[in-house]
């Protein structure tokens, strides 16, 4: 029981955060829809069989069968997350990143400094979203455009503080 309520108030936890920061960047509605599927039964009784309350629950998933069910299913329903945005190309038919719309990359934006905040507590600075991004970035599949977007605001976020790139994101970020 334990895990279940663990996994319950940190997926809440987080998915609260994400609103917040929605709301600040001016997207509050868009931000109430976020990760609603990890709530699916699908999604949610793995990450209690893996959870942990210091990583997600698909890292375990992953370890233990090489891949996560759980994430295929949730990035194939959040737009949010860049792994949603691939397709064939006509020609080549060879998978490639699709530019993300902006209201999606600010959605990023917000989870993953609502996802630091959650998993590192206290330990939590504005560095640290920037630092785990700049940890994959050389193998990540992500459009260009997207990946120079999402790391602007993070440098943003890592240099300014939280309100400086909030109020940036509501005056500029819109598409």
Same mark, same amino acid.
């Given at each position: /029981?334990?895990?279940?309520?663990?996994?319950?108030?940190?997926?809440?936890?987080?998915?609260?955060?994400?609103?917040?920061?929605?709301?600040?960047?001016?997207?509050?509605?868009?931000?109430?829809?976020?990760?609603?599927?990890?709530?699916?039964?699908?999604?949610?009784?793995?990450?209690?069989?893996?959870?942990?309350?210091?990583?997600?629950?698909?890292?375990?998933? =992953?370890?233990?069968?090489?891949?996560?069910?759980?994430?295929?299913?949730?990035?194939? =329903?959040?737009?949010?997350?860049?792994?949603?945005?691939?397709?064939?190309?006509?020609?080549?038919?060879?998978?490639?990143?699709?530019? /993300?719309? /902006?209201?999606?990359?600010?959605?990023?934006?917000?989870?993953?400094?609502a996802a630091s905040k959650i998993y590192l507590g206290k330990r939590y600075t504005d560095k640290?979203?920037?630092?785990?991004?700049?940890?994959?970035?050389?193998? =990540?599949?992500?459009?260009?455009?997207?990946?120079?977007?999402?790391?602007?605001?993070?440098? /943003?976020?890592?240099?300014?503080?939280?309100?400086?790139?909030?109020?940036?994101?509501?005056?500029?970020? =819109?598409?």
């Open positions: /029981m334990n895990k279940v309520w663990g996994h319950f108030k940190t997926i809440t936890k987080h998915r609260h955060q994400v609103i917040y920061h929605c709301y600040k960047a001016g997207i509050f509605w868009q931000g109430c829809k976020h990760d609603l599927s990890k709530y699916s039964p699908t999604e949610f009784w793995v990450g209690v069989k893996y959870y942990s309350g210091d990583r997600s629950p698909n890292e375990g998933e =992953r370890e233990h069968y090489g891949y996560s069910r759980a994430w295929m299913h949730h990035k194939g =329903r959040n737009k949010h997350h860049f792994e949603y945005w691939t397709d064939y190309h006509p020609v080549t038919r060879e998978i490639q990143p699709i530019k /993300m719309p /902006m209201n999606y990359v600010i959605e990023m934006f917000c989870d993953r400094v640290e979203p920037l630092a785990y991004f700049m940890k994959g970035k050389n193998s =990540r599949v992500i459009h260009p455009e997207t990946s120079a977007c999402i790391e602007k605001l993070l440098v /943003m976020l890592a240099q300014k503080g939280e309100e400086a790139t909030f109020d940036y994101i509501k005056k500029y970020g =819109r598409d």
